[in-house]
């Protein structure tokens, strides 16, 4: 019987293992897709515990804990630091055969060195243990990204934010390259006429552009673009159910715009024009500067009402959406193409039952003018677990160059989930490992290695031109 998370955690071979020490493990991260907060960065600051660490803003482990049992006073509510640990302490042992169980004993083992299995009866004991070690120098946020080996974060950033943090961590440095990344989905969200005014109107603020007309609001936007692009973005983002690719007339989307900017209702045909349009705008600038554009696809968001309306968004009451998604991602990526300006793109689905449509869809638009040019992003949120990393990988493999792909993500919240690209690693060594023992692929060790560092780390270096 094997030890739980010993050194060769999930590589079932001795070809996995050499494969993982030999190539993967030393590999730095670039992490290009997260939702850290750059003030913390740039502040450099030490958590007060390890809750604050490891609990604060992370909806994975709020969703545990409520399924759990856990009264909401000990996730998001105003019980202690230390009690709202000791419940996820005691909620722990209850995650089997969840991601969560894995993540948290990788977190424990490689930030802190702490190998016991957490449960409620040694919560007090890695509690203080933890949270001590985050009182030192060491264990500040540079510190612990500096402990990951990351080279890069790419933050998720508000075309109305300032940056005035990423232009602090710029002037002071830092132990990796911080940069900001364009998430213009407030700017598009017309389902809320009165709400999308008054985000117009800060737009119009802080880009000192007057916004009367369709026009305006594309410099005003376009303005931002490029300041993100002054303070060192290059990758923008967008976070939507699906993909919108309606046929529209520039006289159209001005008269929607003039709708909007009356307060009026617009129709549902009118919503989703307005949103087209927009997205083929960014995607113009997107190629106009090199950028690499993602698009995150099909998440069902704020289901429960009631908690939306007491906790607001991003708290945990999100789930996979059903959405159809071919006809009209082909539709948007063809007229980019069309005119020679679709950028480097990265599509990420999270209903599982896209993974073919997407593997297949990026062949339609890989024209040869870059390596991967259009890539299928690995498991996102629900998926960037064991098995949905595994179908992630195996589709991709069938169906394009798993060879090219740019790797993995944390897309999280928290500065302890590095180990997320460690895990990704383990599986991908395992697969090679697997197929080379099975004499499905040549023992051309060093030439796997080779693959398994490029799907890493180089291929995103290379990507990115960071």
């Known amino acids: 019987m094997k030890k739980f ?45 390890l809750t604050h660490a490891w609990l604060y803003g992370d909806h994975y482990k709020w969703r545990a804990m409520r399924a759990n049992g856990v009264d909401e006073q000990y996730v998001t509510g105003g019980a202690s630091d230390a009690d709202k640990f000791q419940k996820w302490a005691e909620t ?16 424990l083992q490689r930030y802190f060195d702490i190998d016991a299995v957490l449960s409620g009866k040694n919560a007090k004991e890695i509690y203080d243990a933890a949270t001590a070690k985050l009182q030192t120098k060491e264990f500040s946020i540079q510190g ?15 075309p109305i934010d300032s940056l005035e943090h990423h232009q602090k961590i710029a002037r002071d440095g830092a132990v990796a390259k911080i940069a900001p990344a364009f998430r213009p989905d407030k700017a598009m969200h017309a389902d809320d006429v009165p709400a999308l005014n008054t985000y117009i109107d800060k737009v119009a603020a802080v880009s000192g552009i007057e916004v009367n007309s369709f026009d305006d609001y594309l410099k005003a936007l376009k303005n931002r673009h490029d300041y993100f692009a002054a303070n060192g973005c290059k990758v923008s983002d967008h976070g939507l159910e699906q993909i919108y690719a309606e046929d529209y007339t520039d006289a159209e989307i001005g008269a929607i715009f003039k709708k909007i900017r009356a307060n009026e209702a617009i129709t549902y045909t009118e919503l989703l024009k307005f949103k087209s349009a927009m997205l083929v705008h960014f995607a113009y600038w997107d190629h106009e500067k090199g950028w690499v554009q993602q698009y995150h696809l099909g998440a069902l968001r704020n ?40 950028a480097k793109t990265i599509l990420y689905n999270l209903n599982p039952a896209d993974n073919e449509l997407m593997a297949t869809m990026i062949g339609n638009f890989n024209d040869g003018s870059v390596a991967g040019k259009v890539q299928f992003g690995s498991g996102w949120w629900f998926l960037d677990q ?8 195996n589709t991709l493999s069938n169906m394009g160059l798993l060879s090219q792909m740019v790797g993995m993500l944390t897309d999280s919240r928290s500065f302890l989930s590095f180990p997320r690209h460690e895990y990704f690693r383990r599986i991908l060594c395992n697969l090679f490992g697997d197929d080379i023992e099975n004499g499905e692929l040549p023992n051309d060790i060093e030439w796997v290695g080779k693959v398994i560092q490029d799907i890493s780390y180089n291929n995103a270096q290379k990507y990115f031109n960071w």
């Open 386 to 393: 064991k098995d949905g990393m595994t179908k992630q990988l």
């Open 144 to 158: 612990l990204i500096k402990k990951m080996n990351v080279r890069v974060i790419c933050t998720t950033d508000d």
């Open 92 to 107: 722990v042992p209850y995650t089997l055969r969840n991601p969560l169980y894995h993540w948290t004993h990788l977190e």
């Open 303 to 342: 289901n429960n009402a009631r908690m939306l309306s007491k906790l607001g968004p991003d708290t945990g009451w999100d789930s996979i959406g059903d959405f159809s998604q071919a006809r009209a991602l082909s539709k948007f990526l063809n007229k980019l193409d069309g005119t020679d300006q679709l």
């Open 5 to 49: 998370l010993d050194e060769n955690f999930l590589l079932q071979s001795a070809t996995a293992q050499k494969l993982y020490h030999d190539y993967a493990k030393e590999m730095p991260i670039i992490d290009y897709h997260c939702h850290l907060p750059p003030d913390q960065i740039a502040d450099d600051i030490n958590f007060n515990n």
